[in-house]
């Protein structure tokens, strides 16, 4: 069983930054992608951004260009999303999920972790 588990949220003000991680409890784990979503209270799971395991090719939502990361460190069994310019608008629970397929639908990824909180206030 794959676990992932968040970390690095917290309470800031707009344009500061955080940087969020997600631990996988398994190294040998290779999934074709990671992605990190965000769920804001009464809307939907978004997208925000992905990135593939082995090549490390980023894909952003138009919200998260420019101004966050998605990184990896495939030895450290680990991803990271650095939030830059933070927006009272980025406030959501933040999740890291993991899939077999290219994709930024929520409901092709496989593995979630339970979340981390980030909100930002004006």
């Known amino acids: 069983q794959v676990r992932l588990v968040e970390s690095g949220g917290g309470l800031v003000q707009a344009g500061d930054s955080l940087r969020l991680s997600c631990a996988l409890s398994r190294q040998t784990f290779s999934p074709y992608a990671m992605g990190w979503f965000r769920q804001a209270p009464g809307k939907e799971r978004e997208f925000v951004a992905y990135i593939t395991w082995i090549a490390g090719a980023p894909y952003y939502s138009d919200s998260a260009k420019g101004r966050f990361t998605i990184s990896r460190d495939k030895e450290k069994a680990a991803l990271y999303l650095q939030m830059n310019n933070l927006k009272p608008e980025d406030t959501a629970v933040y999740y890291c999920?993991?899939?077999?397929?290219?994709?930024?639908?929520?409901?092709?990824?496989?593995?979630w972790g339970p979340g981390t909180q980030v909100t930002v206030s004006s």
């Open positions: 999920a993991a899939t077999q397929f290219l994709t930024t639908m929520v409901n092709e990824y496989d593995f």
